[in-house]
């Protein structure tokens, strides 16, 4: 079993860009929920068709919809030697769902990246004026970070309370330098 790994972080924080870096780099599964889901959207799925409005009104999708989703995906082949997962969980209940259906495959460890506001909303509307994403205008993103506060953020404290750590690094610089960073965290937590 290789490194299972999760990745918090407010949006707006890197988490996409570097979880697809040290996914590739250890060699494990990059599990992207957002991904997942506006993939879900672009095909027209059922799930797609559910999560659709939610999501672009920067709410969370229903635990039960994102629970079964993220079950199925690491019950495949490639997640059997570890996984990197990426914007789950994001509240306590899909935690403690996480936990209760992996057992042994459980997470070992979260990476937390630091980012303050007034940069993740710089960000996330320069992102919408790139990439046109429907989220990311700003009465949306201002929603998104209050979710983030009020349902994610609580994690960075229930995990260690769980013996999970939570290892926090810096997302302010290039991507190659909070890159670097990421790894050297991991270097040091593995060394302890
Ligand atoms: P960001 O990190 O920029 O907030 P994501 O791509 O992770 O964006 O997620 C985009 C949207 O997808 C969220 O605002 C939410 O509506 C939905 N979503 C993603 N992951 C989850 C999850 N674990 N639980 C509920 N909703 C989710």
């Known amino acids: 079993m290789g490194r299972r790994i999760l990745f918090l972080g407010p949006p707006g924080a890197g988490k996409g860009t570097q979880a697809t870096m040290l996914a590739r780099a ?3 599964p990059h599990i992207s929920t957002g991904d997942m889901l506006r993939a879900a959207v672009a ?4 799930l797609g068709r559910k999560a659709e409005a939610i999501m ?5 999708v229903p635990d039960d919809l ?8 690491l019950a495949a082949a ?3 030697c570890g996984y990197l997962l990426d914007g789950f969980p994001r509240n306590v209940a899909q935690a403690d769902a996480l936990a209760s259906k992996m057992g042994d495959g459980a997470p ?3 990476m937390l990246l630091d980012v303050d506001e007034e940069e993740l909303v710089a960000r996330l509307l320069n992102r919408a004026r790139e990439f046109g994403r429907t989220d990311d205008n700003e009465q949306t ?4 970070l209050h979710v983030y506060q009020e349902e994610t953020e609580p994690l960075v404290g229930f995990y260690p309370s769980r013996g999970v750590p939570v290892l926090t ?7 190659d330098t909070v890159f670097g960073r990421l790894v050297l965290a991991l270097a040091q937590a593995d060394q302890e």
Do not use: F, K, Q
């Open 26 to 28: 250890l060699g494990v």
């Open 43 to 46: 095909t027209g799925t059922e």
């Open 56 to 60: 672009a009104a920067g709410d969370l």
């Open 66 to 73: 994102v629970v079964a989703m993220v079950a199925e995906r």
């Open 78 to 80: 490639d997640a059997a």
């Open 108 to 110: 070992e460890l979260a």
């Open 141 to 144: 993103i201002r929603r998104r």
């Open 169 to 175: 690094v810096d997302g302010i610089g290039s991507i």
